[in-house]
């Protein structure tokens, strides 16, 4: 399945646009999570304390999700430039549009997903016994 021009326009528009969106959260909780350390030297009383940590906390949480993610749809719009976008990085194989339309990302075809994920919940397996 080779992919049209139309196609990757198409993909690379959802990409941009996502890109946008998460670089616009980004920066929003970035300034949230550094406004609430200013404050922070403000806190009284030490209940208010390890609630604004614990937002902290998962404030950062969420950016370096968000990161992660950025790097995911750069990688995917790099990709699309080379012309191996819709193919899956590690078989070869074509990465199927349904998966493409649900995650523009997807570097991966959904066989060699869940191949990994078998094989990752096998380590943790392997951990606990």
Known sequence: MKLTAAELRKYKKKLL??????????????AHALKSTEQDNSVD???DFGTDN???????????????????????????EVGTY????????????????????????????RRLEELGSLDQED???
């Open 17 to 30: 646009a996502k890109r946008a969106e998460i670089t616009g959260d980004v920066n929003n909780m970035e």
């Open 45 to 47: 009383h030490m209940a």
């Open 86 to 113: 819709g193919k899956c990085v590690n078989t070869g194989k074509p990465i199927s549009k349904a998966r493409l339309e649900a995650i523009p990302w997807a570097a991966l075809c959904i066989e060699e997903q």
């Open 127 to 129: 951990d606990e016994g």
């Open 54 to 80: 614990f937002e902290q906390q998962l404030t950062l949480g969420l950016i370096e999700n968000n990161e992660k993610l950025l790097q995911q749809i750069d990688a995917a719009l790099e990709r699309i």
